[in-house]
C-alpha cells in the first residue's frame, strides 16, 4: 500500500445536498434506472495514460506534474499499478482502459517491450483476483514513437505495419489474457500530411488488409471482446482516415468488416469533425456499429482536443439519451478520456476530478431516463411519422416503382402541405429534465 493518496477514504455517496468535494451526489452503483444498475448503465472506466502517465505538459511548457513513478524503468512501472488500483478502489471503478506504453516502459526491441507489458499484464491480473475492477479495453500506442510519424499500418515502410501488427498481436494477447471486454485501434497517425507523397489508394488497402488480420487473430484466439475503431479528425494531421463515424463505416463496409467491427466515439473528436456528440452516437447506432463512448469535453474556444473532464449535464444527457434508445451498452461503456489540467498538481485533484465526471454521467442518465419514462419525446417522433405506417406509404419503400408512386399522387390528388417540426416545443420538453 503506497501513500500516494494518504489521508484519502473511499468515496461515499452522501446526496445531492452534499457539499463534500469527495463525495458522490448522484452516482449509485446499486440504484435501478430504467431496470438495470447504474452501474451496468454506465460502465464507467479510468484512463490509465490520462491519469497515470500524462505529465501535464503542453506545446509551450514541459511537466507540471510530479508523480513517485515518473522517470521510467519497471520498478516505476510496477508503482504506477499499485497506485492506479488503489485509486480504482477509492472510486469503485468499474473498468479501467490503456495502451501497451502506458502501463510499461518501451525496451530496446519489441520483445523487450512485450515482456515489459506481459510482467505488468501478470500483476493487473493478480490485482484483479480481489479487485471489483475489470478491463474496459486494451489498445497499442501505434503514435508516440517516431517509428510511427507517417502512420502505422498506412506507413509506406512495409517493415513499420510489420512492426505495429507485432505490437497490436501482443496488446491483444494480453487484453485477452486480463479479460478485457473490447480491444480498440486508435488511429491517430494513420493521415497524411500532403498528397504529394500519398498513395492514398494503396494506404487504405493497407489498412484495410491491417485490420481484417486483427479480426482473424482475435477469433483464432478465441477472443470474445468487440473489436472498436475510435474516429480521430484533424489530429496530429489534418487528413484521418477515421475521421467521423460515416466515415468508418464506409471504410468497413469497403472491406466487409461492418459486421465485426464497431466504433468508439470521443465527445472531443465529434467536435473536432464538425459534429455533436448526440450526432455520432445515432449515426453510429443507425449503422449498427456503436460500441463504446469516451466520456471528455473540449474547450470550444480552441481548435484542439482538449480532453476536459465532463461537465455539461444538457449536453450529455441527450448523448446518453440516444445510448438507451439504441439499446444501451453491450461491452462498451464510458471511458473517461480525460486529464486534469495542468494546475491541478494534487492528488486530491485526481479524485475529485473523476468524482465530479462520475456524478455528472451519473446525473445525465437520469435525465435521459426521465425523459424516456416521460414518453413525450417519444410520442412526438411517432406522430411526425406516423404517415409512414400506411400500407401505401411501406409500399413505397418495398414494391412500388416511381411510375406506380406518380399513379397514386394521381389517383388520389396528393398535394401535402408541410408540417411543424415543433423543435423549440421537444427543446422544453428536454430541458424540463435537464
Request: aromatic letters at 12%.
Given at each position: 500500500?503506497?501513500?500516494?493518496?494518504?489521508g484519502?477514504a473511499?468515496?461515499?455517496?452522501?446526496?445531492?445536498?452534499?457539499?463534500n468535494?469527495?463525495?458522490?451526489?448522484?452516482?449509485?452503483?446499486?440504484?435501478?434506472?430504467?431496470?438495470?444498475?447504474?452501474?451496468?448503465q454506465?460502465r464507467?472506466?479510468?484512463?490509465?495514460?490520462?491519469?497515470?502517465?500524462?505529465?501535464?505538459?503542453?506545446?509551450?511548457?514541459?511537466?507540471?506534474f510530479?508523480?513517485?513513478?515518473?522517470?521510467?524503468?519497471m520498478e516505476?512501472?510496477?508503482?504506477?499499478a499499485?497506485?492506479?488500483?488503489?485509486?480504482?478502489?477509492?472510486?469503485?471503478?468499474p473498468?479501467?482502459?490503456?495502451?501497451?506504453?502506458?502501463?510499461a516502459?518501451?525496451?530496446?526491441?519489441?520483445?523487450?517491450?512485450?515482456?515489459?507489458?506481459?510482467?505488468?499484464?501478470?500483476?493487473?491480473?493478480r490485482?484483479?483476483?480481489t479487485?471489483?475492477?475489470?478491463?474496459?479495453w486494451?489498445?497499442?500506442?501505434?503514435f508516440?514513437?517516431?517509428?510511427?510519424?507517417?502512420?502505422?499500418?498506412?506507413?509506406?515502410?512495409p517493415?513499420?505495419f510489420?512492426?505495429?501488427?507485432?505490437?497490436?498481436?501482443?496488446?491483444?494477447?494480453?487484453?485477452?489474457?486480463?479479460?478485457?471486454?473490447?480491444?480498440?485501434?486508435?488511429?491517430?497517425?494513420?493521415?497524411?500530411?500532403?498528397?504529394?507523397?500519398?498513395?492514398?489508394?494503396r494506404?487504405?488497402?493497407?489498412?484495410?488488409?491491417?485490420?481484417?488480420?486483427?479480426?482473424?487473430?482475435?477469433?483464432?484466439?478465441?477472443?470474445?471482446?468487440?473489436?472498436l475503431?475510435?474516429?480521430?479528425?484533424?489530429e496530429?494531421?489534418?487528413?484521418?482516415?477515421?475521421?467521423?463515424?460515416?466515415?468508418?463505416?464506409?471504410?468497413?463496409r469497403?472491406f466487409?468488416?461492418?459486421?465485426?467491427?464497431?466504433?468508439?466515439?470521443?465527445?472531443?473528436?465529434?467536435?473536432l469533425?464538425?459534429?455533436?456528440?448526440?450526432?455520432?452516437?445515432?449515426?453510429?447506432?443507425?449503422?449498427?456499429?456503436?460500441?463504446?463512448?469516451?466520456?471528455n469535453?473540449?474547450?470550444?474556444?480552441?481548435?484542439?482536443?482538449?480532453?476536459?473532464?465532463?461537465n455539461?449535464?444538457?449536453?450529455?444527457?441527450?448523448?446518453?439519451?440516444?445510448?438507451?434508445?439504441?439499446?444501451g451498452?453491450?461491452?462498451?461503456?464510458?471511458?473517461?478520456?480525460?486529464?486534469l489540467?495542468?494546475?491541478s498538481?494534487?492528488?486530491e485533484?485526481?479524485?475529485?476530478?473523476?468524482?465530479?465526471?462520475?456524478?455528472?454521467?451519473?446525473?445525465?442518465?437520469?435525465?435521459?431516463?426521465?425523459?424516456?419514462?416521460?414518453?413525450?419525446?417519444?410520442q412526438?417522433?411517432?406522430?411526425?411519422?406516423?404517415?409512414?405506417?400506411t400500407?401505401?406509404?411501406?409500399?413505397?419503400?418495398?414494391?412500388?416503382?416511381?411510375?406506380?408512386?406518380?399513379?397514386?399522387?394521381?389517383?388520389?390528388?396528393?398535394?401535402?402541405?408541410?408540417?411543424?417540426?415543433?423543435?423549440?416545443?421537444?427543446?422544453?420538453?428536454?430541458?424540463?429534465?435537464?
Amino acid at each position: 500500500m503506497s501513500d500516494f493518496f494518504e489521508g484519502i477514504a473511499p468515496i461515499p455517496f452522501e446526496g445531492p445536498e452534499s457539499e463534500n468535494p469527495l463525495a458522490f451526489r448522484f452516482y449509485q452503483p446499486d440504484r435501478l434506472v430504467l431496470g438495470k444498475r447504474m452501474e451496468d448503465q454506465l460502465r464507467l472506466s479510468i484512463a490509465y495514460w490520462h491519469s497515470f502517465a500524462w505529465e501535464g505538459g503542453d506545446p509551450f511548457g514541459g511537466r507540471t506534474f510530479e508523480r513517485p513513478w515518473f522517470g521510467g524503468g519497471m520498478e516505476a512501472a510496477r508503482l504506477k499499478a499499485e497506485i492506479a488500483f488503489e485509486m480504482f478502489d477509492l472510486l469503485g471503478a468499474p473498468f479501467f482502459a490503456f495502451h501497451d506504453r502506458d502501463i510499461a516502459p518501451e525496451g530496446q526491441s519489441l520483445a523487450e517491450s512485450n515482456r515489459n507489458v506481459r510482467e505488468i499484464a501478470d500483476y493487473f491480473a493478480r490485482r484483479m483476483e480481489t479487485s471489483p475492477t475489470r478491463l474496459l479495453w486494451g489498445t497499442a500506442n501505434l503514435f508516440s514513437n517516431r517509428r510511427f510519424m507517417s502512420g502505422a499500418a498506412t506507413n509506406p515502410d512495409p517493415e513499420v505495419f510489420a512492426y505495429a501488427a507485432a505490437q497490436v498481436k501482443c496488446a491483444l494477447d494480453v487484453t485477452h489474457q486480463l479479460g478485457g471486454a473490447n480491444y480498440v485501434l486508435w488511429g491517430g497517425r494513420e493521415g497524411y500530411e500532403t498528397l504529394l507523397n500519398t498513395d492514398m489508394g494503396r494506404e487504405l488497402d493497407q489498412l484495410g488488409r491491417f485490420l481484417s488480420k486483427v479480426v482473424d487473430y482475435k477469433h483464432r484466439i478465441g477472443f470474445p471482446g468487440t473489436i472498436l475503431i475510435e474516429p480521430k479528425p484533424q489530429e496530429p494531421t489534418k487528413h484521418q482516415y477515421d475521421y467521423d463515424v460515416a466515415t468508418v463505416y464506409g471504410f468497413l463496409r469497403r472491406f466487409g468488416l461492418e459486421k465485426e467491427v464497431k466504433v468508439n466515439i470521443e465527445v472531443g473528436h465529434a467536435v473536432l469533425a464538425g459534429h455533436s456528440f448526440e450526432h455520432e452516437i445515432a449515426t453510429a447506432v443507425a449503422l449498427g456499429i456503436f460500441g463504446s463512448v469516451d466520456a471528455n469535453r473540449n474547450d470550444y474556444q480552441s481548435g484542439w482536443d482538449t480532453d476536459q473532464f465532463p461537465n455539461n449535464v444538457p449536453e450529455l444527457a441527450v448523448a446518453i439519451h440516444q445510448i438507451l434508445k439504441g439499446g444501451g451498452f453491450v461491452t462498451g461503456g464510458f471511458n473517461f478520456d480525460s486529464k486534469l489540467r495542468r494546475q491541478s498538481l494534487d492528488p486530491e485533484d485526481l479524485i475529485a476530478a473523476h468524482v465530479g465526471g462520475m456524478d455528472v454521467c451519473a446525473r445525465a442518465l437520469l435525465a435521459a431516463a426521465a425523459i424516456i419514462e416521460d414518453g413525450g419525446l417519444d410520442q412526438a417522433l411517432a406522430d411526425r411519422y406516423a404517415g409512414w405506417e400506411t400500407p401505401e406509404a411501406r409500399d413505397m419503400l418495398v414494391e412500388a416503382d416511381l411510375a406506380a408512386i406518380a399513379a397514386w399522387v394521381d389517383q388520389d390528388n396528393i398535394d401535402p402541405q408541410p408540417r411543424s417540426g415543433k423543435q423549440e416545443k421537444l427543446e422544453n420538453l428536454v430541458n424540463r429534465f435537464v
